[in-house]
């Protein structure tokens, strides 16, 4: 973001990448991660290998993103740039032009206004607005202002001019904790506000950071959208319940629950769905997707009852230690064990960790348990396909230093 909106050339990913000193290894472990993350729905990844990815994503034009932070906590910033494998964090301002981000550009009060004003001007029409956090819109709006002007009117004055907007998180999405009763700022989310346009809502507090990618790439290299479900979230990653895919399936099915904090159960890792855990009516991806590419890095992977976050009708609806009702369950792929002892809150059928890519050496090790005909792993191949594409030419100077 130290480049001016108007000296920025119009490159591709894979130039942006080579004069940034990634390396070929680097970026196609990145693709890797995103296959494994977006197995299907995708026209991207859905049937391809991590250097077909790689390919597309290359040829691509960096989007241009202008990300808006409302009420909201951050959570959603900070997932993106705390994705470990491999180091999306340092590879995020190479796939994206991410023109105006108030929490990562050095810029504050009139600078930053300006970057602002530069950066829509510049790019009217063909830019990603992403929004973090919730809309309030009680008293004129006036529970939230930006330069001196009300959020809301921020918003309606640059969303009103983007190409595609999509609401990143439960608050920019219907406005989630913001929103929570009894929503002294009626606080809303950004579909509310802009009704005339199409928004892209990835709830979670905060959402997988793949998925966001996962979308934004997809636009940038295939120009198109993926699928939506009825509340315009991604069907490949909002299409199954937690409870369908949970590790803990196997225990609830045979009753094993805990009951306390700290019991045996809980200790053993039995279903949480006494603790509230809201996996039943929950739809997300978290079971099989962790968080930051780190195994059991979720709510129920380190013993927490799900939330419900993904969900407007459950997370800060209903209380935590409330159970929910449970309706017409899908049984499970594959279910764990129920007689061997967890360790670690592990179960037997532990997730296919970093199952993608061959080797956690050569591949992105994100934490994916593997569901049949729902994703492709990386071939062996990828690497030397990769070698070969020349297209992301090393330099003496790569800002790694992995060996090729
Ligand atoms: Fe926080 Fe984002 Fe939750 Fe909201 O995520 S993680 S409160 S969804 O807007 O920053
Ligand atoms: Fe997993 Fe929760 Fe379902 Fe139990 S109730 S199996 S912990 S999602
Ligand atoms: Fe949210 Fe439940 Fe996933 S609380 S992060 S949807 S496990």
Redesign the pocket.
């Known amino acids: 973001m130290n480049d001016t909106v108007a000296n920025q050339q119009r490159n591709t990913i894979a130039e942006q990448l080579a004069n940034s000193g990634v390396s070929r290894r680097r970026f196609l472990q990145f693709c890797a991660a995103l296959v494994a993350a977006a197995p299907a729905g995708l026209a991207l990844t859905g049937q391809a290998s991590a250097s077909q990815v790689a390919r597309s994503v290359g040829r691509s034009i960096r989007p241009y993103v202008i990300w808006l932070h409302l009420q909201?906590?951050?959570?959603?910033?900070e997932?993106l740039l705390h994705a470990s494998q491999p180091d999306v964090a340092s590879l995020i301002f190479d796939l994206i032009s991410l023109d105006y981000h108030e929490t990562l550009m050095a810029a504050s009060g009139h600078q930053a206004e300006s970057v602002l004003e530069h950066a829509v001007a510049a790019n009217r029409g063909n830019f990603i607005l992403v929004v973090?956090?919730?809309i309030p819109t009680t008293d004129q709006a006036s529970y939230m202002k930006i330069a001196g002007k009300p959020a809301l009117d921020v918003l309606r004055h640059i969303g009103s001019q983007a190409a595609l907007l999509i609401a990143?998180?439960?608050?920019?999405s219907w406005g989630?904790?913001a929103a929570a009763s009894p929503n002294p700022s009626n606080a809303v989310g950004v579909s509310e506000i802009l009704k005339d346009k199409a928004v892209i809502s990835l709830?979670?507090?905060?959402?997988n950071p793949y998925t966001f990618l996962s979308v934004v790439l997809e636009y940038a290299a295939m120009h198109r959208l993926p699928a939506l479900d009825a509340i315009n979230r991604p069907k490949f990653a909002y299409d199954r319940l937690i409870h369908e895919d949970c590790p803990r399936r196997g225990h609830f099915d045979a009753g094993r629950f805990a009951s306390i904090y700290g019991d045996e159960g809980h200790r053993q890792g039995w279903c949480l769905y006494k603790l509230g855990c809201k996996g039943p009516v929950t739809h997300a991806a978290c079971s099989t997707r962790h968080f930051n590419d780190v195994p059991n890095a979720w709510p129920i992977g380190i013993g927490a009852p799900c939330i419900g976050?993904t969900e407007k009708s459950a997370a800060f609806q209903i209380p935590l230690f409330q159970v929910v009702d449970i309706h017409s369950i899908t049984p499970p792929e594959a279910l764990p064990s129920v007689e061997l002892p967890v360790q670690k809150s592990q179960t037997a059928a532990a997730l296919v960790v970093g199952a993608i890519a061959g080797a956690a050496a050569t591949a992105a090790a994100v934490a994916v348990r593997r569901l049949p005909g729902r994703d492709k792993p990386a071939e062996s191949e990828d690497l030397e396909e990769l070698e070969k594409l020349g297209a992301l030419e090393p330099k003496d100077t790569d800002r790694d230093s992995e060996p090729r």
């Open positions: 909201d906590c951050t959570g959603c910033t997932s973090e956090g919730a990143i998180g439960s608050c920019s989630g904790i709830p979670g507090c905060p959402p976050c």
